[in-house]
Nanobody
């Protein structure tokens, strides 16, 4: 069983940077995927970024491409989301998620393991 815990969220201003962490229990096996989703009040949960754990290859939603970077520290079994040039529309609860296999990597329903979320609030 995989357990995920997010941290690093908080209030920031437009243009600021923030780094989110996702600590995973145990060890990821081969073909594991870690992703970040976000959900604003009254909106559907949307995909942000994903990485293939074993090789670090990543993909991003168009809304965050060029501003956000996903990475991982295998020794610490922890994933990260570096967020730069933050905008008010980035305000949301950010969730990390994990699953086995890369299929449906942008679909929330495909992920069985989720963290509890961390709030990011970007003010102007």
């Amino acid at each position: 069983q995989v357990q995920l815990v997010e941290s690093g969220g908080g209030p920031v201003q437009t243009g600021d940077s923030l780094r989110l962490s996702c600590a995973a229990s145990g060890r990821f096996g081969s073909n594991y995927v870690m992703a970040w989703f976000r959900q604003a009040p009254g909106k559907e949960r949307e995909f942000g970024a994903v990485t293939l754990w074993s090789v670090g290859i990543s993909s991003y939603a168009e809304s965050v491409k060029g501003r956000f970077t996903i990475s991982r520290d295998s020794a610490k079994n922890t994933g990260y989301l570096q967020m730069n040039s933050l905008k008010p529309e980035d305000t949301a609860v950010y969730f990390c998620a994990a699953k086995i296999g890369k299929q449906s990597w942008d679909r929330p329903n495909a992920y069985p393991y989720w963290g509890q979320g961390t709030q990011v609030t970007v003010s102007s």
